[in-house]
């Protein structure tokens, strides 16, 4: 199996607002897949970036107040994962948009997007635009998908909230094909819906970073209720896979 170096919710207002404060002991573990090329930063550009930092307000950016992590694989390639940071903002209670790293250092690169919505929202979707999202219920249930650094309760109750919603998600920059720059075209990604679909060493290699253990998160979510997939999501599964030809390259191949 090929595997690359590193991968939702609708919480209520007042979770999210839980989140931002107590996220702020998770992180900085994790370190970027490549290194960009180009010089160090001057110190000019400190200077301004210092000046910006004090000065300027970033309401998109402060919004980004849940911080999720899991995995993804390039649709029609699943044996070509990675981890993907996920750092999100609630915009209401069926609509949530992330941004995503492949680290949680300062220097990680922002890999792509993800939007996630409810299953009331999915279901309005017409097929064609269906075949472009997937499902968080194995995500959800199989522990791989985890809020560092919360409370167990709060992750919890983050995780009953995102069991039945869907994503679709776009990567810009394949650091974890080691492209040291944002080259070739978008793909689409997705997620696992089934045991032995994601390369276990990597999931070990994760938990062991986080400190945390999916196996133990798997049982502690048993009890959260996911209704049936809808029809239309992960159409990989029914032999329908969507993507880009990247006219540069095959960018799934080392």
């Given at each position: 199996m090929k595997k690359a170096n590193r991968t939702t919710t609708l919480p209520s207002l007042c979770l999210a607002?839980?989140?931002?404060?107590?996220?702020?002991?998770?992180?900085?573990?994790?370190?970027?897949?490549?290194?960009?090329?180009?010089?160090?930063?001057?110190?000019?550009t400190r200077t301004l970036d210092a000046g910006a930092a004090m000065l300027q307000s970033r309401p998109p950016i402060d919004a980004l107040n849940a911080y999720l992590d899991g995995f993804h694989f390039y649709n029609g390639h699943p044996d070509v994962q990675m981890e993907a940071h996920h750092y999100c903002s609630i915009l209401n209670e069926e609509v949530i948009q992330c941004v995503i790293y492949d680290g949680n250092r300062q220097d990680a690169k922002l890999m792509g997007v993800e939007y996630i919505i409810s299953k009331q929202l999915?279901?309005?979707?017409?097929?064609?635009?269906k075949a472009l999202w997937h499902s968080h219920?194995?995500?959800?249930?199989?522990?791989?998908?985890?809020?560092?650094?919360?409370?167990?309760?709060?992750?919890?109750?983050?995780?009953?909230k995102l069991v039945n919603t869907y994503g679709k998600t776009w990567h810009t920059w394949h650091t974890d094909l080691n492209k040291q720059l944002p080259l070739g075209v978008p793909?689409?990604?997705?997620?696992?819906?089934?045991?032995?679909q994601a390369d276990p060493a990597m999931v070990a290699e994760r938990d062991q970073r986080l400190g945390i253990n999916s196996s133990d998160k798997k049982k502690a979510r048993a009890d959260i209720i996911a209704a049936p997939i809808a029809p239309g999501a992960d159409a990989w599964r029914q032999g329908n896979v969507i993507q880009i030809v990247d006219p540069t390259e095959t960018p799934h191949r080392h």
């Open positions: 607002a839980s989140l931002g404060v107590l996220t702020a002991c998770a992180g900085n573990d994790s370190a970027s897949n490549v290194v960009a090329p180009g010089a160090e930063k001057s110190p000019t999915f279901n309005t979707l017409p097929a064609a635009e219920v194995h995500e959800v249930k199989s522990g791989q998908l985890v809020a560092p650094g919360i409370p167990d309760v709060a992750e919890h109750a983050l995780m009953n793909q689409l990604m997705m997620g696992f819906t089934a045991d032995g």
